[in-house]
């Protein structure tokens, strides 16, 4: 079984996030726990009013302010139940009964470091409600998450569509023999065409290395396809997965930089930003 967690905000991937989790719950038999975060608000700075007018009047103001913000509060709560209810609407809509919910306040990587412990595939949309008409920046919650998390996360396109054929970008490093043997044991693979692409240049090493990976699958059930290119990574995996019509794309989160605990890897922050197909990441 395959314990997972869907982190919405209520933007435009919140569906699509949904989706994917039913997705992997049905072929898994899992259960799925929806997030929702609530940051933390601001607090008030009411402007100091002395001398401009009287006690009373500025009492009374401060106090109006007060309520303000408790009503404010009680909206945002509202808000954040309700998307959680729409949330299991859509599981219970597509079959999927094991699904808890949580609302919490603070940050996202907090949320996320407390509950993770006992999941398998953290789901997370691309884009939040503040970058959904900007197609070209990735969501800050999106990058923080994918820095943070020790899980793999699975960066959920703008549309779901049933996941039939992936490919695996294979670089030989950790990340990616982590990914191999995750397929390899979760059975919502099973019964999906696989490749596993390697770019760069064609050494006895790689090959031999992606020969292993490949065995690893096949002894799990798989039929695999291996294949090897030279070229720009971004360039030949948006390629292969555009040419082939992969409908998911496996790959490490980091490269090998010194700096990879820092900054998402420039081929990663690349494929997340130009491929329409959902992106599962592993470190």
């Not at 959680?84 to 470091?113: C, P, Q």
């Not at 999941?119 to 008409?133: E, L, N, P, S, T």
């Not at 798989?222 to 990574?233: C, F, N």
Request: proline fraction near 2%.
């Amino acid at each position: 079984m395959t314990n997972l967690m869907a982190l919405i905000d209520g933007s435009s991937y919140s569906q699509s996030v949904c989706d994917h989790a039913a997705w992997f719950a049905k072929r898994s038999a899992g259960s799925v726990e929806v997030v929702h975060v609530l940051g933390r608000s601001e607090a008030s700075q009411p402007e100091n009013l002395s001398g401009s007018i009287g006690l009373g009047a500025r009492t009374a103001l401060l106090e109006e302010l007060v309520e303000l913000d408790a009503q404010r509060a009680r909206l945002t709560q509202q808000h954040g139940r309700a998307i959680l209810e729409d949330a299991v609407a859509i599981f219970t809509a597509s079959g999927v009964d094991k699904v808890t919910t949580k609302l919490r306040h603070g940050e996202i990587v907090e949320a996320v470091e407390d509950l993770e412990t006992n999941v398998d595939i953290i789901i997370i949309g691309k884009r939040g409600a503040a970058a959904d008409f900007n197609k070209l920046h990735l969501g800050s919650n999106l990058e923080r998450v994918v820095r943070s998390s020790h899980r793999p996360v699975l960066v959920a396109s703008r549309a779901f569509q049933p996941i039939q054929r992936f490919l695996i970008a294979f670089d030989g490093g950790p990340s990616v023999h982590k990914a191999i043997e995750e397929i390899a044991s979760n059975k919502a693979f099973k019964g999906l065409e696989c490749e596993l692409l390697f770019v760069g240049s064609q050494t006895s090493e790689s090959a031999n290395q992606m020969e292993v990976a490949a065995e690893r699958l096949r002894g799990a059930g798989y039929s695999v396809k291996t294949k090897i290119e030279t070229g720009q990574a971004e360039t030949v995996i948006a390629r292969e997965v555009e040419t082939d019509h992969y409908d998911l794309l496996v790959m490490g989160a980091f490269g090998h930089s010194r700096i990879r605990s820092l900054i998402i890897g420039s081929t990663t922050t690349e494929m997340i930003r130009s491929c329409r197909i959902p992106i599962l990441l592993f470190r």
